[in-house]
């Protein structure tokens, strides 16, 4: 899975568990865990480790990690009522089950099944830069998060304009809603089926039905914030 979805997964998931627990600690630490063992790993397993291990999924793709950090995390949330940690280890969750690291079992059940394995990729940033540029789904994404964080830095400008526009807003929220829900409902039928979309970079099916049950989430923040708005 590429860059942009699995940030995208972890504001959504961010979003989810602030309004389940009516608490927006939970956003920022679970939106840096969705893209945080790439952050470390490939650095680490292709530059500093590149004579050793020379891949990218390592250390923070392991499944004890990724479990010990939820543990922890929900141990000190119900005790410091701080959800930090257990949601940093949810967007770690999160990018692991993106990457269908259940494919490479030695490498996800480390170190209980030996060293890590892997496939080198040579100038593998670059490589994937370039992925990155050619992917259409991603550049939209990409645009949809920069959109985002400009709303937030601008919020107090913002504001006093939404309120205005109450109207057009919840039809805004509802037609993503929509839309959102649709797409969902079309990559998770496909990925049942069998099919890929390798446009996109989603060579495996199950690539698509967990990137449709993502963009479902994401439906149901837009109806809930239709809901709200409308209400208000």
Not at 2 to 26: A, K, M, P, Q
Not at 82 to 98: C, F, K, M, R, T
Not at 135 to 153: D, R
Request: aromatic residues 14%; charged residues 15%.
């Amino acid at each position: 899975m590429y860059f942009f979805f699995h940030l995208f997964t972890g504001i959504v998931l961010g979003f989810l568990c602030s309004e389940l627990f009516n608490d927006r600690r939970w956003l920022i630490p679970c939106t840096i865990g969705a893209i945080l063992p790439d952050l470390i790993d490939k650095p680490l397993g292709y530059l500093i480790l590149n004579t050793s291990i020379g891949f990218g999924r390592i250390f923070t793709h392991t499944l004890a990690l990724a479990l010990l950090i939820v543990a922890v995390g929900i141990v000190y949330w119900l005790f410091r009522r701080d959800p930090g940690l257990a949601a940093l280890g949810i967007g770690i969750l999160s990018h692991q089950a993106l990457d269908l690291m259940w494919r490479q079992p030695v490498n996800w059940y480390y170190p209980f099944l030996g060293s890590f394995s892997g496939t080198h990729t040579e100038d593998f940033f670059w490589v994937k830069f370039l992925e990155e540029l050619h992917n259409p789904f991603e550049l939209i994404l990409g645009a949809m998060v920069l959109i985002l964080v400009l709303a937030v830095l601008f919020r107090s400008r913002i504001s006093p304009v939404l309120k205005e526009r109450r109207a057009v807003i919840s039809l805004i929220m509802a037609f993503s809603a929509l839309v959102f829900g649709s797409l969902a409902g079309i990559l998770i039928g496909w990925g049942i089926g069998g099919h890929t979309l390798r446009q996109v970079g989603w060579g495996r099916p199950e690539e698509l039905i967990l990137g449709g049950l993502v963009i479902a989430l994401a439906s149901l923040l837009f109806w809930r914030w239709q809901s709200i708005v409308s209400r208000s």
